[in-house]
């Protein structure tokens, strides 16, 4: 069965800032990955996704991620943080027949 | 298109007491779930359709019903409310499985006193 891991629960970064935040996966064939974002009071929205291909995926909003096979990585990048990106960022692994495995989630929290 | 709506938005319970939650999607989705959101603990998977008439286990599917009578509705029952099950409650729904976007509704912030 797959895993994933997103080992910081909360991270805070200045606006105008780069992101990064992590998450590590386990599955054994090559996986589905996804980022979604929830704001305060709101449901999880997708931000992107990576099914095969060019291991370097863009999204919504800015926001980028790259797969790398040999780390069992994920990670979710930004060059430059708004406030309006304040929100809980969940990692996902999926597989074809299975359901999605969520991670427990990076709260992001953006200073002035 | 409203995609995935929740109903209602808030609850509050008392232990013993009953409800249902109704999830609707207009996209013709074949796939459907309900997953509990609690502090520290992610997404939890309840339940699941894969089409109109089914239903399986989730992650953590005691003390939940769950009915797929029409395939753009999927209801969670609770029989039985207890303080445990005090929760955010989110229903999504997909073309296919867990390979495939998930599309989440707003939630239901539910209160078991």
């Known amino acids: 069965a797959q895993s994933v891991t997103q080992p910081d629960i909360h991270i805070t970064v200045s606006e105008g800032a780069s992101l990064e935040l992590r998450c590590n996966y386990s599955?054994?064939?090559?996986?589905?990955l996804f980022w979604y974002v929830q704001s305060p009071g709101q449901g999880l929205q997708l931000l992107l996704k990576?099914?095969?291909?060019?291991?370097l995926v863009q999204g919504i909003k800015g926001f980028e991620a790259e797969f790398k096979r040999s780390q069992s990585s994920f990670n979710l990048r930004k060059p430059s943080v708004h406030w309006s990106d304040a929100a809980e960022y969940f990692c996902a692994v999926g597989a074809p027949g299975y359901a999605l495995n969520f991670g427990k989630g990076t709260s992001l929290l953006v200073t002035p | 298109n409203a995609g995935v709506t929740q109903t209602p938005k808030f609850r509050v319970l008392k232990t013993g007491q009953s409800m249902t939650l109704l999830c609707a999607q207009d996209m013709n989705h074949e796939y459907m779930y309900w997953y509990r959101q609690d502090p520290g603990m992610g997404l939890r998977l309840i339940h699941y359709s894969v089409g109109e008439g089914t239903t399986a286990k989730g992650e953590v599917p005691d003390g939940y019903n769950v009915s797929r009578l029409k395939k753009q509705n999927f209801l969670l029952g609770l029989e039985s409310a207890a303080p445990s099950q005090t929760s955010v409650y989110f229903c999504?729904?997909?073309?296919?499985?867990?390979?495939?976007?998930?599309?989440f509704g707003p939630g239901t912030r539910l209160t078991v006193l």
């Open positions: 999504a729904s997909s073309w296919t499985s867990g390979a495939d976007t998930q599309y």
């Open positions: 599955y054994g064939a090559t996986p589905y």
């Open positions: 990576y099914f095969s291909g060019d291991t």
